[in-house]
Nanobody
């Protein structure tokens, strides 16, 4: 089992930045590719970004490319999501996910084994 706990959400204004963290415990964090997903009110959960076990390969949804950056610290069992130039349409609950798979698979919404409970990000206009 892997437990994932997201933190760092909150209320910000458009144009602001926010950094989310996802702390993992349980099995070996460095064995898992990691991803961030989000679910806006009334919408389905969607892929945001993914990172490989080594951190050298990343994928981004077109809607966040150039604004969001995923990173991981395997020594701290933590994956981060740096969000810059936030827009009201980024408002959502953000979830992290772990999978014994590849970052590419996660980008295709495949192979996630564990999910966190999410953290709410609200961006006001």
């Amino acid at each position: 089992q892997v437990q994932l706990v997201e933190s760092g959400g909150g209320l910000v204004q458009a144009g602001d930045s926010l950094r989310l963290s996802c702390a993992a415990s349980g099995r070996t964090f460095s064995d898992y590719a990691m991803g961030w997903f989000r679910q806006a009110p009334g919408k389905e959960r969607e892929f945001v970004t993914a990172i490989s076990v080594s951190g050298t390969v990343t994928y981004y949804a077109d809607s966040v490319k150039g604004r969001f950056t995923i990173s991981r610290d395997n020594a701290k069992n933590t994956v981060y999501l740096q969000m810059n130039s936030l827009k009201p349409e980024d408002t959502a609950v953000y979830y992290c996910a772990a999978g014994l798979t590849t970052a590419q698979a996660i980008s295709l919404y495949r192979g996630m084994d564990y999910w966190g409970k999410g953290t709410l990000v609200t961006v006001s206009a």
